[in-house]
């Protein structure tokens, strides 16, 4: 007997097919294996974006490159980010609500059972879990406050700063050759203190009386004075807004509900929460395994680094022109200081990510070859801008002038990002001869700094021009073509059964 079967029957029972196959994937697996508890290396510690402890993986040589044959530094400008700090107040109310989190996914476990069969937390990571609670004496009245940890920063920086530059920092203190300032806020006054107990011993702080004035914080935060718009760096159609939509993250949030037992996906804020708590536990005390971590892979950290490097990219970075310029008041006080003979030795400030960023800005340094986009974010895998290697907590901006007798130019620049040479145009190993300092950011000494920091600019052309750049990956495949893919197939398949019956 010759059965013929409909080629749209078949059609349809191997779509099913594949429906089934898909759903029973799904409910057995939605990510890789992993347990963090058992992980002694956790490379994902060192991309936790601009809360990444500055310490975590950084090489015992680090600072060598501050010591340069037949020449002696004689000044240092430096521009320090505070370092751990607690959350905001909107932050603490979110973050401590997290406790109903944990006890819906120890139920999942233990009470449900609806985890995952494949990518499901180890015990080890329950347990830990088990362990956390929000701690109660992190209140409103503790806005932001620097934390212990972020005080041990400051003061192990100021001790590697004096072993570094014992020319400059050997002295007593002596205010005609050292200049602090900071602005009026907890967080970059504590740094301060420690800053200056790690260069001159215990309690300098209480002697050396240098009050956050009034045009530090126009100095040093002048777009407190000439706001960004929110809408344009993170509003919904923003670049950071487009990727929060994406597919990736859509695909990280089923994700990680999936690992957590949830047969629903979270919502996106509470899988930022858990990040956040996770990055904020490690910043609080980096020797202590952060419970919160265990909800992610490393390779989810990767995903969940980039809205920030996007947020900050258009805020404060290479995303608008206007960043270039904010900091002009700023930049003539660094060409200042190193333009002239006189005192100070030394010119400390401590500050902000914001403040900090604009000045990379500024200064050319750390711009990518095209903007950063929503779209294109594993085209950007090896990206400059990324902010977890270049924005830590307690980050560090050094200039530091050279008097080199052997030279034809004397006189020499030598920039340093987080201890190591920053490399410029013009300039061999980040050192770099006065004259072409002088002349590269000369801008900055020609123009009405009032006038010129918060003149209006649109974002440059390329980020618009690039906007529809797709990446390599099959999730960017368009749908059309799936569609002929499957069709192919199905007929392929209808026309073996056929020629076998």
Request: hydrophobic share 35%; charged share 25%; net charge negative.
């Given at each position: 007997?010759?059965?013929?079967?409909?080629?749209?029957?078949?059609?349809?029972?191997?779509?099913?097919?594949?429906?089934?196959s898909?759903?029973?994937?799904?409910?057995?697996?939605?990510?890789?294996?992993?347990?963090?508890?058992?992980?002694?290396?956790?490379?994902?510690?060192?991309?936790?974006?601009?809360?990444?402890?500055?310490?975590?993986?950084?090489?015992?040589?680090?600072?060598?490159?501050?010591?340069?044959?037949?020449?002696?530094?004689?000044?240092?400008?430096?521009?320090?980010r505070?370092?751990?700090?607690?959350?905001?107040?909107?932050?603490?109310?979110?973050?401590?609500?997290?406790?109903?989190l944990?006890?819906?996914?120890?139920?999942?476990?233990?009470?449900?059972?609806?985890?995952?069969?494949?990518?499901?937390?180890?015990?080890?990571?329950?347990?830990l879990?088990?362990?956390?609670?929000?701690?109660?004496?992190?209140?409103?009245?503790?806005?932001?406050?620097?934390?212990?940890?972020?005080?041990?920063?400051?003061?192990?920086?100021?001790?590697?700063?004096?072993?570094?530059?014992?020319?400059?920092?050997?002295?007593?203190y002596?205010?005609?050759?050292?200049?602090?300032?900071?602005?009026?806020?907890?967080?970059?006054?504590?740094?301060?203190?420690?800053?200056?107990?790690?260069?001159?011993?215990?309690?300098?702080?209480?002697?050396?009386?240098?009050?956050?004035?009034?045009?530090?914080?126009?100095?040093?935060?002048?777009?407190?004075?000439?706001?960004?718009?929110?809408?344009?760096?993170?509003?919904?159609?923003?670049?950071?807004?487009?990727?929060?939509?994406?597919?990736?993250?859509?695909?990280?949030?089923?994700?990680?509900?999936?690992?957590?037992?949830?047969?629903?996906?979270?919502?996106?804020?509470q899988?930022?929460?858990?990040?956040?708590?996770?990055?904020?536990?490690?910043?609080?005390?980096?020797?202590?395994?952060?419970?919160?971590?265990?909800?992610?892979?490393?390779?989810?950290?990767?995903?969940?680094?980039?809205?920030?490097?996007?947020?900050?990219?258009?805020?404060?970075?290479?995303?608008?022109?206007?960043?270039?310029?904010?900091?002009?008041?700023?930049?003539?006080?660094?060409l200042?200081h190193?333009?002239?003979?006189?005192?100070?030795?030394?010119?400390?400030?401590?500050?902000?990510?914001?403040?900090?960023?604009?000045?990379?800005?500024?200064?050319?340094?750390?711009?990518?070859?095209?903007?950063?986009?929503?779209?294109?974010?594993?085209?950007?895998?090896?990206?400059?801008?990324?902010?977890?290697?270049?924005?830590r907590l307690?980050?560090?901006?050094?200039?530091?002038?050279?008097?080199?007798?052997?030279?034809?130019?004397?006189?020499?620049?030598?920039?340093?990002?987080?201890?190591?040479?920053?490399?410029?145009?013009?300039?061999?190993?980040?050192?770099?001869?006065?004259?072409?300092?002088?002349?590269?950011?000369?801008?900055?000494?020609?123009?009405?700094?009032?006038?010129?920091?918060?003149?209006?600019?649109?974002?440059?052309?390329?980020?618009?021009?690039?906007?529809?750049?797709?990446?390599e990956?099959?999730?960017?495949?368009?749908?059309?073509?799936?569609?002929?893919?499957?069709?192919?197939?199905?007929?392929?398949?209808?026309?073996?059964?056929?020629?076998?019956?």
């Amino acid at each position: 007997m010759n059965i013929r079967v409909e080629p749209v029957l078949i059609s349809f029972i191997f779509l099913t097919l594949i429906q089934v196959s898909v759903n029973c994937q799904k409910s057995q697996t939605c990510c890789e294996k992993y347990c963090y508890e058992f992980d002694n290396v956790r490379p994902q510690e060192e991309f936790f974006s601009s809360k990444t402890s500055y310490f975590i993986g950084k090489h015992a040589d680090l600072g060598k490159d501050f010591h340069v044959p037949n020449c002696t530094p004689i000044k240092i400008w430096l521009y320090i980010r505070h370092g751990s700090r607690l959350p905001k107040t909107r932050e603490m109310k979110r973050l401590s609500q997290l406790e109903e989190l944990r006890d819906e996914i120890i139920a999942n476990y233990e009470e449900r059972n609806s985890q995952p069969v494949i990518g499901a937390m180890c015990k080890n990571d329950i347990d830990l879990l088990k362990t956390w609670r929000w701690d109660s004496n992190i209140t409103s009245e503790y806005n932001e406050y620097l934390t212990v940890q972020g005080w041990n920063e400051a003061k192990i920086l100021a001790h590697r700063y004096r072993k570094h530059f014992p020319n400059i920092f050997q002295d007593n203190y002596d205010e005609s050759k050292f200049i602090f300032r900071y602005t009026d806020v907890h967080r970059t006054e504590a740094s301060f203190k420690a800053f200056t107990e790690g260069l001159f011993g215990e309690n300098a702080s209480d002697y050396i009386l240098t009050p956050p004035m009034e045009e530090n914080k126009k100095m040093m935060m002048p777009y407190k004075f000439c706001p960004t718009d929110k809408e344009e760096t993170a509003g919904e159609n923003s670049e950071y807004g487009k990727y929060l939509k994406s597919e990736i993250m859509k695909q990280l949030v089923s994700d990680v509900s999936q690992r957590l037992g949830f047969k629903k996906p979270l919502e996106l804020r509470q899988v930022m929460d858990m990040y956040d708590m996770c990055i904020y536990d490690q910043s609080f005390n980096m020797s202590e395994s952060s419970p919160w971590c265990t909800a992610f892979t490393p390779s989810q950290i990767y995903d969940l680094e980039y809205p920030e490097d996007l947020r900050k990219y258009y805020e404060s970075g290479h995303g608008r022109e206007a960043n270039a310029r904010f900091l002009c008041e700023l930049m003539n006080d660094m060409l200042g200081h190193l333009g002239n003979n006189e005192q100070p030795k030394a010119v400390v400030f401590l500050s902000h990510s914001s403040s900090y960023l604009l000045l990379l800005s500024s200064l050319g340094a750390f711009k990518d070859s095209e903007p950063l986009l929503a779209d294109n974010y594993h085209r950007l895998a090896d990206r400059k801008w990324r902010l977890s290697k270049i924005a830590r907590l307690a980050s560090n901006f050094a200039a530091v002038k050279y008097y080199c007798p052997n030279e034809v130019e004397k006189r020499k620049v030598k920039f340093f990002i987080n201890e190591e040479p920053l490399e410029l145009e013009g300039c061999d190993g980040g050192m770099c001869d006065w004259n072409v300092v002088k002349d590269r950011y000369k801008i900055y000494s020609e123009v009405d700094c009032d006038e010129y920091y918060c003149t209006k600019s649109k974002t440059p052309t390329g980020a618009a021009a690039g906007s529809g750049t797709t990446t390599e990956s099959a999730a960017n495949v368009p749908s059309s073509y799936i569609f002929l893919f499957v069709t192919a197939l199905v007929t392929l398949v209808a026309t073996s059964f056929n020629a076998i019956f």
